[in-house]
Structures are given as C-alpha cells and as structure tokens.
C-alpha cells in the first residue's frame, strides 16, 4: 500500500505563492492519476488538480490560471504550485492516489 506524505504548507498573504510537495513511498507509474484535493471548515472536499502521465491535467476553475501541478517521476513526487492566492484558498490540502490520502497539510491564506 503506498504512502502519501504532504509538505509545503502554511501562512501565507493574499498574493502569494506556496508550492506544495507530496511524496509516494514508492514507485508510481506515471500514467498512474494522482492529484490534489482540499477541504476548507465547514465545506466538503473538492477536487483542486489531477495530473496523469507528465502533462494531462485538470484544475477545478477557481484555481485555474493561478495554481499549476506537475509531477517528478524519478522522485515519485507531485507537486502543486500555488500563485495569486486568495483567502478563499485557505484550507486543508489533500494528496490523493487511487485509494490513498495523505494526512493533509494546512493552507492559511490571510493578511
């Protein structure tokens, strides 16, 4: 069963940037889906971004233009790089692999 663990989180202004990192604890098959979940208080989870393969990816539309993943497959490792945030972003942030979540890491947007 592969692990998840999350980094990259934290506090943050509205504007800025925060890129977070999510490691599997072994290999992936990069044609192999994995993505980007977050859950704010209150609020069910949503989808934030997928990628499959190096390049096939989907954004839910209120991070699209703004928040990018992409994936290392030498270091079975996605990332999502999160530009322009607002405080509306300000949530638990969820990897996901097909059956498999990590344990989450808190975005705090706010001034």
């Known amino acids: 069963q592969v692990q998840l663990v999350e980094s990259g989180g934290g506090l943050v202004q509205p504007g800025g940037s925060l890129r977070l990192s999510c490691a599997a604890s072994?290999?992936?098959?990069?044609?192999?889906?994995m993505g980007w979940y977050r859950q704010a208080p209150g609020k069910q989870r949503e989808l934030v971004a997928t990628?499959?393969?190096?390049?096939?990816?989907i954004y839910a539309d209120s991070v699209k233009g703004r928040f990018t993943i992409s994936r290392d497959n030498a270091k079975n490792t996605i990332y999502l790089q999160m530009n322009s945030l607002k405080p509306e972003d300000t949530a638990v942030y969820y990897c996901?692999?097909?059956?498999?979540w990590g344990q989450g890491t808190q975005v705090t947007v706010s001034s």
């Open positions: 990628i499959t393969g190096d390049t096939s990816t």
């Open positions: 996901w692999f097909p059956s498999v």
């Open positions: 072994r290999r992936v098959s990069s044609f192999t889906v």
